[in-house]
């Protein structure tokens, strides 16, 4: 079963990145004479201006050398990540073999094929992952593999350099450069949140592989584009951080625990303010809080807007999911809340997230 899949999104078509079956070199079943391109067709002549001489790296924009050293140094790091008849990408984050790649490439299989830049083909244990944020680790039995350097995927300016390096469609290795559209994204659908949006090209079969920056540093691990008549480069990559701490936890002690409130909530924008009245015009607003959870043993209850944890400013889902990311289970955490009576603070004690 292809591992890639799609679903509309508010008139909007979401793709996971991940790969997908393909077959090349498939055409209508013409004659020789209608489907053959002809050697001496195809070689046209092209005049050359006398005293021409072939380009060198002088010739080259200080851009264009920056894609090209970032591809012959980053490359060796990229691997395939296959799974039955799909595969997606990986990018290789320690000499000993561990991969990092998204959740929905590996699925639930406990065992992939790597396939690495020297031709290799390796067994990779899939040693978890966290599928609320799309990351997944690998390990492959082998040492002294070329380990991309990570960089820091949360303190990005928009407008800067990004280089995704992929195996879309099998094609490996596929280089990729634009910039940093946007951060902190949370697209409606994607059921992720904090994310990094990039023009740089992203397709089926990119997913888990790297969003570098100028200096050839991971930045995120690329896994969905947004597709819709008329839109082009709507790409999103988890940042590297995130991915990093998911990898982190699982090699450490084999899974990965999360600070648990207990609600669900919609944000909160002017328009659904003012069809409600509500008495905030953004943060997020509570719709259920679960029985014998942190919210409701703390008198959280419907209706409640959610603007800031522990004095951080909540505008949105994913600023609540990012802040709570960053408490331990156990800990305890104010949260301001807003309701018809006005402004007020709470403690909660969070516990861990049950198992998904």
Known sequence: MPIGRGAAVVGLGLVLAGG?????????????????IRSEDALLPVASP????????????????????????VSPSVVSVIRGEGSGSGII?????VVLTNAHVVGNAGVVQVGLADGRVLEGRVLGGDPSVDVAVVRVEARGLPAAVLGDGDNLEVGQMAIAIGNPLGLDRTVTSGVVSAVNRNPQGFGLDG?????????????????LDSQGRV????????????AEGLGFAI?????????????????????????SFRDVD????????????EGVLVAAVGRDTPAG???IRPGDIITAVNGEPVENGGDLRRLLRAVEPGAEVALTLVREAGERRIRVRLTEAPAM
Do not use: K
């Open 239 to 263: 940042p590297i951080g995130l991915a990093n701490d998911v990898a982190r936890q699982i090699i450490e002690t084999g899974r990965v625990r999360r600070a648990y409130l207990g609600v």
């Open 219 to 230: 930045i995120g691990l690329n896994t969905a584009v947004l597709r819709a008549p008329g």
């Open 195 to 211: 994310l990094i949006q990039t023009d740089a090209a992203i397709s089926p079969g990119n997913s888990g592989g790297p969003l």
């Open 270 to 281: 002017p328009l659904l303010a003012d069809q409600f009245d509500l008495p905030a015009r």
């Open 93 to 97: 984050v320690s000499a000993d073999g």
């Open 20 to 36: 997908i079956g393909y077959q090349l070199g498939q055409g209508s079943e013409a004659t020789g004479e209608e489907t053959a």
């Open 297 to 299: 043993r703390s008198g």
């Open 50 to 73: 006398a005293g021409a001489r072939a380009p060198s790296a002088a010739d080259r924009t200080a851009v264009e050398q920056t894609v090209i050293d970032i591809a012959r140094q």
